[in-house]
């Protein structure tokens, strides 16, 4: 299983930035893909972004593309997810997650491990 530390969520206003990051341990990151994840009140979780570790596919929620960027470091086995331009409808917890495959999928249900989630708020 791979063991998730999310950090960089916080409060700003609308059409800041902020870079949320995601270090992984457990397993080696060549095996597995890892996405951001987000959850408004009332709302159910969906996929913001996703990434291969191994060759660097990703994915995109057409709610930010432009906006966000999702990144990794392989020496500090990181992933971060840049978002400039923020809106409010970006307010949400932040989930990072994992998945043991390469291969990326947006589903939640792929994705066994998970983050304690960080609270990202942009106010109007």
């Known amino acids: 299983q791979v063991q998730l530390a999310e950090s960089g969520g916080g409060l700003v206003q609308a059409g800041g930035s902020l870079r949320l990051s995601c270090a992984a341990s457990?397993?080696?990151?060549?095996?597995?893909?890892m996405g951001w994840f987000r959850q408004a009140p009332g709302r159910e979780r969906e996929i913001v972004a996703a990434?291969?570790?191994?060759?660097?596919?990703?994915y995109y929620a057409d709610s930010v593309k432009g906006r966000f960027t999702i990144s990794r470091d392989n020496a500090k086995n990181t992933v971060f997810l840049q978002m400039n331009s923020l809106k409010p409808e970006d307010t949400a917890v932040y989930y990072c997650?994992?998945?043991?495959?390469?291969?990326?999928?947006?589903?939640?249900?792929?994705?066994?491990?998970w983050g304690q989630g960080t609270q990202v708020t942009v106010s109007s």
């Open positions: 997650a994992a998945r043991e495959s390469p291969l990326i999928r947006i589903s939640i249900a792929q994705y066994p491990s």
């Open positions: 990434i291969s570790w191994s060759d660097g596919t990703t």
């Open positions: 457990g397993r080696t990151l060549s095996d597995i893909a």
